[in-house]
């Protein structure tokens, strides 16, 4: 059920807003985006919105994103029913939630705290968009799948992030989530993107287990180019902070169409790999 981010009873829906019976409280319907926190600011020390107008432009040929979406669609028909209805959280500019889409998973949501990546959600065919923070979750036991892509590293409450997850899904449900690997890969790349830390599984596994989930699968990604993170890592070391936190020039993703190929080409070799190894180490989990 829709919930009130103060008091926590349920929402109601009645002339263009979900109202809140005990305290009052308003989440207004804007062009069919339910909008819970519209307090938040589009530019602020830790993400610039306009990051979205960016990934828009080069995720769906950059082969980060696209080695990451195929190894979430993987898991996802592992574990996943077809029919389950589903939230993207984080999602950007839900183009994970287009990828799932477009393999077939048609219940799908997503939320994101600034308004113009849902819009461009919008236009990839997703009706159920929620403007909200994680933190503030406005939502009880009314999804069956949550994903959490690179999300959770940006926020420094991490355990208050999954416990509100495990909040918002029904009984039986499930969490798939991905984050940065290796804090001895931390670099100005992370401190510029906003992120708050690196993971290892054995602390991933802990943030889960903790708060109540049950970790059915955990897996190493972006394994064969480990080296070339590495040297990143080592190039850039030192902290230069440069304003707003992400944006094209600091974030470390933009990239030279040859490099691109070469290292899509590396990708699609682990894929392969991967389903018959399990990697000790990579760029992610």
Known sequence: MIICRNCKQELSEKNGYFICPGCGYRAMIL????????EIKEHDEDFDADYLDFLYKYEKKHFWFTHRNKIIKRVFS????????????????GAVARCLLAAGYKNMAVGEMHIN?????????????????????????????????DVVEHIEYDGLAIENAHRILK???????????HQWLWSNIDFN?????????????????????????ASYFFSLVLPLLYV??????KIKPTGSKQNVKNS????????NSVLSAVCKVEFFLSGFVSFGAGGSI
């Open 171 to 181: 009984d039986g449900g499930h969490i798939v989530l991905t984050v940065p690997a």
């Open 78 to 93: 592992r574990f996943v029913n077809k029919n389950s209805h589903i939230i993207e959280i984080g999602a950007g500019t």
């Open 252 to 259: 470390g993703l933009k990239i030279h169409g040859f490099s």
């Open 31 to 38: 062009n069919n985006t339910i909008i819970f926190n519209p």
């Open 117 to 149: 990546g849902l819009e461009y959600a919008r236009t990839y065919g997703i009706k159920d968009l929620y403007q909200f923070d994680l933190l503030k979750a406005p939502f009880a036991e009314h999804f069956e799948t949550i994903g959490l892509f």
């Open 232 to 237: 990143r890592t080592l190039l850039n070391k």
């Open 193 to 217: 993107s906003g992120h708050k830390r690196r993971y290892s599984k054995k602390t991933l596994k802990k943030l889960l287990t903790t708060n109540g989930f049950e970790v059915l699968y």
